[in-house]
Protein backbone atom coordinates (compact mmCIF):
# COMPACT_ATOMS: atom_id res chain seq x y z
CA UNK A 1 0.00 0.00 0.00
CA UNK A 2 2.81 2.36 0.86
CA UNK A 3 4.67 1.32 -1.82
CA UNK A 4 1.99 2.01 -4.22
CA UNK A 5 1.14 5.50 -2.61
CA UNK A 6 4.71 6.29 -3.07
CA UNK A 7 5.28 5.28 -6.34
CA UNK A 8 2.16 7.16 -7.38
CA UNK A 9 3.82 10.08 -5.92
CA UNK A 10 6.81 9.53 -7.91
CA UNK A 11 4.98 9.54 -10.87
CA UNK A 12 3.70 11.95 -10.00
CA UNK A 13 6.57 13.99 -9.38
CA UNK A 14 8.13 12.89 -12.33
CA UNK A 15 5.36 13.91 -14.60
CA UNK A 16 5.51 17.71 -12.96
CA UNK A 17 9.42 17.33 -13.23
CA UNK A 18 8.83 16.58 -16.92
CA UNK A 19 6.00 19.07 -17.80
CA UNK A 20 8.43 21.98 -16.26
CA UNK A 21 11.80 20.46 -18.51
CA UNK A 22 9.50 20.81 -21.71
CA UNK A 23 7.89 23.85 -20.50
CA UNK A 24 12.04 25.54 -20.31
CA UNK A 25 12.71 23.76 -23.69
CA UNK A 26 9.41 25.74 -25.39
CA UNK A 27 11.59 28.40 -23.42
CA UNK A 28 12.47 29.19 -26.66
CA UNK A 29 8.37 30.61 -26.56
CA UNK A 30 9.73 32.36 -23.21
CA UNK A 31 13.11 33.45 -24.40
CA UNK A 32 11.54 34.78 -28.22
CA UNK A 33 8.48 36.28 -26.12
CA UNK A 34 11.17 38.12 -24.05
CA UNK A 35 13.16 39.12 -26.16
CA UNK A 36 10.28 40.69 -28.42
CA UNK A 37 9.50 42.58 -24.92
CA UNK A 38 12.99 44.02 -24.99
CA UNK A 39 12.46 45.22 -28.80
CA UNK A 40 9.42 47.09 -27.93
CA UNK A 41 10.90 48.99 -25.51
CA UNK A 42 13.77 49.33 -27.82
CA UNK A 43 11.39 50.89 -30.40
CA UNK A 44 10.27 53.10 -27.17
CA UNK A 45 13.50 54.44 -27.07
CA UNK A 46 13.49 55.21 -30.62
CA UNK A 47 9.95 56.58 -30.46
CA UNK A 48 11.21 59.33 -28.48
CA UNK A 49 14.48 59.97 -30.31
CA UNK A 50 12.23 60.35 -33.28
CA UNK A 51 9.71 62.93 -31.15
CA UNK A 52 12.73 65.22 -29.91
CA UNK A 53 14.13 64.89 -34.02
CA UNK A 54 10.18 66.04 -34.93
CA UNK A 55 10.22 69.02 -32.71
CA UNK A 56 13.84 70.39 -33.34
CA UNK A 57 14.10 69.19 -37.47
CA UNK A 58 13.76 72.69 -38.40
CA UNK A 59 15.41 74.23 -35.68
CA UNK A 60 18.55 75.37 -38.00
CA UNK A 61 19.58 78.09 -35.73
CA UNK A 62 21.02 79.67 -39.22
CA UNK A 63 23.23 76.70 -39.88
CA UNK A 64 23.02 74.26 -42.58
CA UNK A 65 19.38 72.88 -43.78
CA UNK A 66 19.08 69.29 -44.67
CA UNK A 67 18.84 69.49 -48.42
CA UNK A 68 22.69 70.90 -48.08
CA UNK A 69 24.22 68.57 -46.32
CA UNK A 70 22.39 65.23 -46.75
CA UNK A 71 23.62 63.44 -50.08
CA UNK A 72 20.58 60.78 -50.63
CA UNK A 73 22.76 58.32 -53.39
CA UNK A 74 24.98 57.73 -50.33
CA UNK A 75 21.65 56.76 -47.88
CA UNK A 76 19.89 55.04 -51.18
CA UNK A 77 23.67 53.32 -50.68
CA UNK A 78 23.34 52.31 -46.79
CA UNK A 79 19.49 51.71 -46.82
CA UNK A 80 20.46 48.95 -49.75
CA UNK A 81 23.21 47.84 -47.82
CA UNK A 82 20.70 47.12 -44.27
CA UNK A 83 17.75 46.18 -46.84
CA UNK A 84 19.86 43.69 -48.30
CA UNK A 85 21.28 42.48 -44.86
CA UNK A 86 17.95 41.62 -43.57
CA UNK A 87 17.09 39.33 -46.70
CA UNK A 88 20.37 37.49 -46.14
CA UNK A 89 19.74 36.96 -42.60
CA UNK A 90 16.50 35.32 -44.01
CA UNK A 91 18.53 33.45 -45.81
CA UNK A 92 20.05 31.74 -42.97
CA UNK A 93 17.25 30.80 -40.91
CA UNK A 94 15.97 27.89 -43.23
CA UNK A 95 19.47 26.76 -43.03
CA UNK A 96 19.78 27.16 -39.18
CA UNK A 97 16.49 25.47 -38.30
CA UNK A 98 17.72 22.13 -40.39
CA UNK A 99 20.95 22.46 -38.37
CA UNK A 100 23.38 22.95 -41.21
CA UNK A 101 26.16 24.73 -40.02
CA UNK A 102 28.13 25.77 -43.17
CA UNK A 103 25.13 27.77 -45.31
CA UNK A 104 24.31 29.19 -41.67
CA UNK A 105 27.68 30.42 -41.47
CA UNK A 106 28.10 31.79 -44.90
CA UNK A 107 24.83 33.75 -44.81
CA UNK A 108 25.58 34.98 -41.23
CA UNK A 109 29.02 36.27 -42.41
CA UNK A 110 27.70 38.17 -45.53
CA UNK A 111 24.85 39.45 -43.24
CA UNK A 112 27.61 40.83 -41.09
CA UNK A 113 29.55 42.20 -44.33
CA UNK A 114 26.77 43.92 -45.59
CA UNK A 115 26.02 45.37 -41.83
CA UNK A 116 30.03 46.40 -41.78
CA UNK A 117 29.50 48.17 -45.05
CA UNK A 118 26.18 50.07 -43.16
CA UNK A 119 28.13 51.41 -40.21
CA UNK A 120 31.20 52.44 -42.55
CA UNK A 121 29.10 54.33 -44.85
CA UNK A 122 27.49 56.06 -42.16
CA UNK A 123 30.86 56.56 -40.63
CA UNK A 124 32.34 58.26 -43.29
CA UNK A 125 28.74 60.45 -43.69
CA UNK A 126 29.36 61.18 -39.99
CA UNK A 127 32.65 62.54 -40.80
CA UNK A 128 32.28 64.59 -43.48
CA UNK A 129 29.37 66.46 -42.04
CA UNK A 130 31.77 66.98 -39.23
CA UNK A 131 34.61 68.27 -41.48
CA UNK A 132 31.75 70.71 -43.42
CA UNK A 133 31.27 72.45 -39.71
CA UNK A 134 27.63 70.36 -39.70
CA UNK A 135 28.51 68.38 -36.60
CA UNK A 136 26.06 68.21 -33.84
CA UNK A 137 26.87 71.21 -31.91
CA UNK A 138 25.84 73.24 -34.48
CA UNK A 139 22.20 73.31 -34.01
CA UNK A 140 19.71 71.44 -32.48
CA UNK A 141 18.41 69.80 -36.03
CA UNK A 142 22.24 68.28 -36.42
CA UNK A 143 22.03 67.29 -32.27
CA UNK A 144 19.10 65.67 -33.07
CA UNK A 145 19.95 63.70 -36.18
CA UNK A 146 23.50 62.86 -34.84
CA UNK A 147 21.96 61.43 -31.50
CA UNK A 148 18.54 59.50 -33.34
CA UNK A 149 21.38 58.28 -36.58
CA UNK A 150 23.95 57.61 -34.14
CA UNK A 151 21.84 55.57 -31.85
CA UNK A 152 20.79 53.43 -34.64
CA UNK A 153 24.17 53.27 -35.86
CA UNK A 154 25.57 51.94 -32.56
CA UNK A 155 22.77 49.10 -32.06
CA UNK A 156 24.24 47.80 -35.47
CA UNK A 157 27.32 47.90 -33.87
CA UNK A 158 26.28 45.65 -31.21
CA UNK A 159 24.38 43.32 -33.69
CA UNK A 160 27.84 43.06 -35.64
CA UNK A 161 29.60 42.24 -32.63
CA UNK A 162 26.81 39.24 -31.38
CA UNK A 163 27.11 38.60 -35.12
CA UNK A 164 30.79 38.15 -34.72
CA UNK A 165 30.30 35.70 -30.98
CA UNK A 166 27.74 33.64 -33.24
CA UNK A 167 30.74 32.77 -35.86
CA UNK A 168 32.92 31.50 -33.45
CA UNK A 169 30.01 29.77 -31.42
CA UNK A 170 29.08 28.18 -33.88
CA UNK A 171 32.34 26.92 -34.97
CA UNK A 172 32.54 25.93 -31.20
CA UNK A 173 29.58 24.15 -30.67
CA UNK A 174 27.66 23.70 -33.71
CA UNK A 175 24.23 24.17 -33.51
CA UNK A 176 22.63 23.08 -30.72
CA UNK A 177 19.65 24.44 -29.03
CA UNK A 178 20.70 27.46 -27.21
CA UNK A 179 22.96 28.16 -30.51
CA UNK A 180 19.21 28.41 -32.54
CA UNK A 181 18.10 30.12 -29.58
CA UNK A 182 20.07 33.38 -29.75
CA UNK A 183 20.69 33.25 -33.30
CA UNK A 184 16.40 33.95 -33.37
CA UNK A 185 17.00 36.48 -31.21
CA UNK A 186 19.67 37.86 -32.78
CA UNK A 187 17.58 37.53 -36.18
CA UNK A 188 14.83 39.51 -34.38
CA UNK A 189 17.28 42.06 -33.67
CA UNK A 190 18.92 42.76 -36.91
CA UNK A 191 14.79 43.09 -38.76
CA UNK A 192 14.00 45.24 -36.16
CA UNK A 193 17.13 47.31 -37.12
CA UNK A 194 15.93 47.57 -40.46
CA UNK A 195 12.44 48.49 -39.23
CA UNK A 196 13.66 51.72 -37.36
CA UNK A 197 15.94 52.34 -40.47
CA UNK A 198 12.64 52.45 -42.65
CA UNK A 199 11.42 55.62 -40.05
CA UNK A 200 15.10 56.95 -40.09
CA UNK A 201 15.51 57.39 -44.08
CA UNK A 202 12.09 58.47 -44.88
CA UNK A 203 11.88 61.14 -41.73
CA UNK A 204 14.98 62.17 -41.89
CA UNK A 205 16.33 61.94 -44.74
CA UNK A 206 13.90 62.02 -47.46
CA UNK A 207 11.41 64.21 -45.76
CA UNK A 208 14.12 66.71 -44.45
CA UNK A 209 15.12 67.06 -48.43
CA UNK A 210 11.74 67.58 -49.74
CA UNK A 211 10.43 70.23 -46.57
CA UNK B 1 18.26 16.11 -21.17
CA UNK B 2 18.84 14.13 -24.34
CA UNK B 3 18.86 16.58 -27.85
CA UNK B 4 15.69 15.11 -28.85
CA UNK B 5 12.83 16.98 -26.68
CA UNK B 6 15.32 19.79 -27.52
CA UNK B 7 14.64 19.50 -31.53
CA UNK B 8 10.70 18.28 -30.84
CA UNK B 9 10.75 21.46 -29.25
CA UNK B 10 11.96 23.66 -31.87
CA UNK B 11 10.11 21.65 -34.46
CA UNK B 12 7.39 22.52 -32.37
CA UNK B 13 8.15 26.45 -32.36
CA UNK B 14 9.09 26.89 -36.10
CA UNK B 15 5.58 25.22 -37.00
CA UNK B 16 3.41 27.31 -34.99
CA UNK B 17 5.64 30.17 -35.59
CA UNK B 18 5.28 30.19 -39.32
CA UNK B 19 9.35 30.86 -39.57
CA UNK B 20 8.93 28.41 -42.36
CA UNK B 21 6.66 30.38 -45.33
CA UNK B 22 9.07 31.14 -47.43
CA UNK B 23 6.89 31.94 -49.90
CA UNK B 24 5.92 34.58 -47.42
CA UNK B 25 9.02 35.79 -46.68
CA UNK B 26 10.31 35.81 -50.72
CA UNK B 27 7.32 38.12 -51.38
CA UNK B 28 8.41 40.52 -48.04
CA UNK B 29 11.73 40.65 -49.37
CA UNK B 30 10.35 41.69 -52.78
CA UNK B 31 7.57 44.21 -51.32
CA UNK B 32 10.45 45.42 -49.04
CA UNK B 33 12.86 46.58 -52.18
CA UNK B 34 9.53 47.69 -53.67
CA UNK B 35 8.58 49.92 -50.77
CA UNK B 36 11.70 51.29 -50.12
CA UNK B 37 12.70 52.04 -54.39
CA UNK B 38 9.43 53.67 -54.41
CA UNK B 39 9.90 56.55 -52.60
CA UNK B 40 13.58 57.15 -53.05
CA UNK B 41 12.90 57.43 -56.19
CA UNK B 42 9.61 59.73 -55.72
CA UNK B 43 12.16 62.15 -53.64
CA UNK B 44 15.34 61.90 -55.93
CA UNK B 45 13.31 62.65 -59.05
CA UNK B 46 10.57 64.52 -57.94
CA UNK B 47 7.73 63.28 -60.05
CA UNK B 48 4.90 63.88 -58.35
CA UNK B 49 2.77 67.18 -58.16
CA UNK B 50 3.78 68.67 -55.10
CA UNK B 51 6.09 68.14 -52.31
CA UNK B 52 3.26 67.71 -49.96
CA UNK B 53 1.69 64.49 -51.98
CA UNK B 54 5.21 63.20 -51.95
CA UNK B 55 5.97 63.81 -48.38
CA UNK B 56 2.31 61.88 -47.73
CA UNK B 57 3.17 59.29 -50.16
CA UNK B 58 6.62 58.28 -48.64
CA UNK B 59 4.77 58.20 -45.56
CA UNK B 60 2.65 56.02 -46.75
CA UNK B 61 4.90 53.64 -47.87
CA UNK B 62 7.25 53.72 -45.13
CA UNK B 63 3.91 52.40 -42.65
CA UNK B 64 2.94 49.93 -45.40
CA UNK B 65 7.07 48.79 -45.71
CA UNK B 66 6.85 48.70 -41.86
CA UNK B 67 4.04 46.48 -41.21
CA UNK B 68 5.17 44.14 -44.45
CA UNK B 69 8.63 43.81 -42.30
CA UNK B 70 6.65 43.05 -39.01
CA UNK B 71 4.48 40.26 -40.52
CA UNK B 72 7.29 38.92 -42.97
CA UNK B 73 10.15 38.84 -40.95
CA UNK B 74 8.99 38.92 -37.88
CA UNK B 75 6.61 36.88 -37.97
CA UNK B 76 4.01 39.12 -36.51
CA UNK B 77 0.80 37.29 -36.26
CA UNK B 78 -2.01 36.74 -34.34
CA UNK B 79 -1.47 33.36 -32.94
CA UNK B 80 1.82 33.26 -31.58
CA UNK B 81 2.60 33.39 -27.47
CA UNK B 82 -1.19 33.15 -27.32
CA UNK B 83 -1.05 36.62 -28.90
CA UNK B 84 0.68 38.51 -26.49
CA UNK B 85 3.15 39.43 -29.19
CA UNK B 86 0.67 40.92 -30.61
CA UNK B 87 -0.42 42.24 -27.98
CA UNK B 88 2.77 43.50 -27.17
CA UNK B 89 3.57 45.53 -29.96
CA UNK B 90 0.18 47.30 -30.84
CA UNK B 91 0.65 48.78 -26.86
CA UNK B 92 4.05 49.92 -28.34
CA UNK B 93 2.35 51.26 -31.51
CA UNK B 94 0.19 53.02 -29.61
CA UNK B 95 2.60 54.64 -27.47
CA UNK B 96 5.05 55.62 -30.40
CA UNK B 97 2.06 57.17 -32.10
CA UNK B 98 1.35 59.17 -28.97
CA UNK B 99 4.96 59.84 -28.14
CA UNK B 100 5.79 61.07 -31.83
CA UNK B 101 2.84 62.62 -32.88
CA UNK B 102 1.96 64.48 -29.46
CA UNK B 103 5.43 65.79 -28.61
CA UNK B 104 5.53 67.24 -32.59
CA UNK B 105 1.78 68.46 -31.88
CA UNK B 106 2.24 70.38 -28.93
CA UNK B 107 5.59 72.02 -30.03
CA UNK B 108 3.91 73.33 -32.79
CA UNK B 109 1.71 74.96 -31.28
CA UNK B 110 3.24 76.27 -28.33
CA UNK B 111 5.57 77.71 -31.18
CA UNK B 112 2.95 78.83 -32.93
CA UNK B 113 1.00 80.80 -30.00
CA UNK B 114 4.01 82.33 -27.78
CA UNK B 115 4.51 85.80 -28.65
CA UNK B 116 6.78 87.36 -30.11
CA UNK B 117 9.14 89.38 -27.31
CA UNK B 118 11.41 91.79 -27.85
CA UNK B 119 15.26 91.42 -28.26
CA UNK B 120 14.14 88.22 -29.67
CA UNK B 121 11.74 85.83 -30.22
CA UNK B 122 10.26 82.90 -28.55
CA UNK B 123 9.66 81.00 -31.97
CA UNK B 124 10.93 77.55 -32.76
CA UNK B 125 14.83 78.54 -32.07
CA UNK B 126 16.31 79.50 -35.43
Known amino acids: ?211 | MSTEPYDAALHAYGDTHGHGSRLGYRIGSLLAIVLTVVPFWLVMSQPGPAPGWTAAAIFALALIQIVVHVVCFLHLDTRSEGGWTLLAFLFTAVIVIITIGGSVWVMFHLNTNMMPMPGGHMGPVR
Not at chain 1, 145 to 150: H, M, S
Open chain 1, 1 to 211: MTDHALNARDTGTTWHLAEQEDHDHGGNGATVLGFWIYLMSDALIFASLFAMFGVVSTSYAGGPVPREIFDLKLVALNTAFLLASSITFGEAMPHLEAGRVGPTRFWLAITGLLGLAFVGVELYEFSHLIAEGAGPQRSAFLSAFFTLVGTHGAHVTVGLIWIAASLVQIGQHGLIQPMKRRLICLSMFWHFLDIIWIGVFTFVYLYGVIR
